[in-house]
């Protein structure tokens, strides 16, 4: 049977004049100032949010849609451990849309990729037979990524492609096993600890999943949160390894497939949840020297400590002065996930034959704001003009080259990172791969979590645990 798809708040918002933005889809699609009009509809929404809560409060219920799934009277229900909790987020705007909701019975949230149960967030509300590759998994932690909060603003591309909203975001879980198919051919069984990604829903008590995301925890990880820290971040960082050609080695540990002579890398935000992860990996990979870049001075200890053989403070010395003093002849490799402020020294600083990756655009959002005023999208306006263009003449004489990536639109891609869960859960267990520094906080405090990661002071990684302690 078909399942009919739940309309998402764009859709909502713009039904009708979604006819004129958009031409048949074998065409070119309409733009409003060079912009995607669902970018000016998130524009929209947030300056909204922004004027509501600023000068109007007593309207914001009005900017809280709830969704058909979730229980009226959650909070009174909220203490039952057989319904699920989440984080649910209506439409694009400010911290207000962190809404920790209960939902109604037998309800879990699912990633994007689990579509041929239901449409992404939420399994059907009268129940549902689990697909014979899916497990439920009882979640009892989840990490906060920055994307959440791009997500939450409308400007996480394939949140919005996918899923639309209401949407429950978050990448990364650990609990156990709740439930199994009735053809279960898994190695899993109800009980086990596992822990493992999901395409957006993690932000929950209760997932399904498919069985390939997941692995079981080993038993050096002695904490759920701990577990919930590893997944999103350690791929992201072993993909960014593979596209600059030193991953799989194929040879014996230390070695690589990349045989030039300069093995040099540098790895800007080196003391983060993606950067922690990449100077362990060059480590392992025999890549030197690993030169990281931090933004404050209290990283430094932390960079140094995960492997670094230099640390570039770049709020206290000059990024490329020091960069250049560190490999005179260029990076090999440079993984970027700043955007418009170093993407262009970044790539002036490659060796011939270097490769830059690029797996994000920080530096071209807002740093610490909780909600995007008219004066922030003017701004992000203004650097998304100045992002460099690389020209393929340019490439080709330098011998350059520039790769991107982001790990959300991978959901036909299971088996390269299956392969490379396995890589990283084998250094896991070999404890040559070491969980970052964890901060746990509450899912009722999930605004603070977006508030600190958002802020630029937190280091390694920002954990939530879903159960509520006996004073929540």
Known sequence: CTIASRPSFNQQLNSQSSKLLTMDANKQRWTIL?????????????????????????????????????????????????????????????????????????????????????????????????????????NLAFSVNYADCTIRWGLYESAKKFVGYPIVPGFDVAGTIERVPKNNNSNFKVGDRVFGCTLFGAYSSRVVIPTIQLRKIPDCIDSFSKAASFPAVSLTALYALHLAGYF????????????????????????????????QMSKILGLGPIVGVVGRSSKVDEAYRLGCDAVIDKSSEDLWSAATK??????????????????????????????????????????????????????????????????????????????????????DEREILSDMFDQILEWI????????????????NIALAHEFISSGKSIGKIVVTTEPTSSS
């Open 248 to 279: 799989p080695g194929g040879f014996d540990e230390g070695a690589s497939r990349h045989k030039f002579k300069n093995k040099s890398i540098l790895i800007h935000s080196a003391a983060g949840g993606v950067g922690s992860f990449l100077v």
């Open 429 to 444: 267990s070999n404890e040559k791969l070491e969980c970052p520094n964890v901060v746990e906080m509450e899912m009722k």
């Open 326 to 411: 560190a490999c005179p002849d260029g990076f090999s490799t440079i993984i970027d996930a700043n955007g418009v402020s170093t993407l262009k020294e970044s790539y002036n600083s490659l060796a011939p034959s270097g490769r830059l990756i690029v797996f994000g655009f920080h530096s071209n959002l807002p740093l610490g704001q909780a909600m995007l005023n008219p004066l922030e999208w003017i701004k992000m306006a203004r650097k998304q003009s100045n992002m460099p263009k690389f020209d393929a003449m340019d490439l080709t004489v330098s011998n350059k080259s520039v790769l991107g990536f982001n790990l959300s639109f991978f959901a």
């Open 34 to 138: 060079g912009q995607d009009p669902e970018i000016l509809l998130a524009a929209l929404a947030n300056i909204l949010s922004w004027f509501v809560v600023t000068f109007c409060p007593r309207f914001l219920p009005y900017l809280l849609p709830s969704s058909p799934e979730e229980e009226q009277d959650g909070d009174a229900i909220s203490i039952d451990a057989t319904r699920t909790r989440c984080i649910s987020i209506g439409r694009p705007g400010g911290m207000e849309q962190l809404r920790l909701v209960t939902l109604k019975k037998d309800i879990c949230t699912i990633g994007y990729n689990v579509r041929h149960l239901s449409p992404a967030p939420y399994t059907p509300a009268d129940g549902f037979e689990l697909p014979e590759d899916c497990v439920v998994v009882k």
